[in-house]
């Protein structure tokens, strides 16, 4: 069977607007989508698998339960449906930094995991984040790596290509 390509897209700062520092996303009342992210999603559908990998360490500080995620999804996947735009999976980390977990990025253990179970060819695949952590992640996965933030962040991190915007992105992609 023939691998699929998949562009692996963060979730806070990329499908949705970030919670203010140290604190999450923590109910749908919360949740707000950032400009442009459906049109997107559903262009890259048409080439690729879209998948979210998402650290939620809210989960592990209690600041929220798992099904509270969960729910959130729900009800994304139901607004994005909305606009022809399909998330095929999510993988989502709930640990916190002192578990050590395989799965909170930097470390690759979602990426690795969503590679096993939907084929996916990741050398030909784009890691798409707004953070050090998400472009790490991509790498050591093997993934080309977009960073979506301003030129000093990118200047630092060492992306394969920085972008402004998610619509920017799609000058990236091929
Ligand atoms: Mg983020
Ligand atoms: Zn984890």
């Given amino acids: 069977m023939t691998k699929k390509r998949a562009i692996f897209l963060d979730r806070d700062g990329v499908i949705n607007k970030k919670a203010k520092e ?9 949740f707000e989508f ?9 262009q890259l559908n048409k080439k690729f698998l879209v998948v979210v990998v998402s650290n939620q360490r809210g989960v592990s500080r209690g600041l929220m339960t ?35 977990c395989a799965c909170r990025k930097p470390e690759p253990g979602m990426i690795f995991q969503a590679a096993r179970e939907l084929n996916i060819d990741l050398s ?11 472009i790490e992640a991509g790498k050591k996965a093997g993934c080309k790596t977009i960073l979506l933030a301003d030129a000093n962040l990118a200047r630092e991190t060492k992306p394969d ?8 992105v799609l000058h990236f992609i091929n």
């Fill in 161 to 168: 290509f920085a972008a402004r915007s998610m619509l920017d």
């Fill in 124 to 134: 030909n695949s784009y890691m798409i984040g707004d953070s050090l952590t998400d």
């Fill in 22 to 30: 140290h604190d999450y996303i923590k109910n749908w009342g919360e």
């Fill in 66 to 100: 798992l099904n509270d995620v969960h729910s959130i999804h729900v009800n994304m996947q139901t607004e994005l449906k909305k606009s022809n735009a399909i998330i095929d999976s999510i993988y989502v980390c709930p640990h916190g930094i002192k578990e050590k």
């Fill in 34 to 42: 950032l400009p442009h992210i459906k049109d997107v999603i559903s």
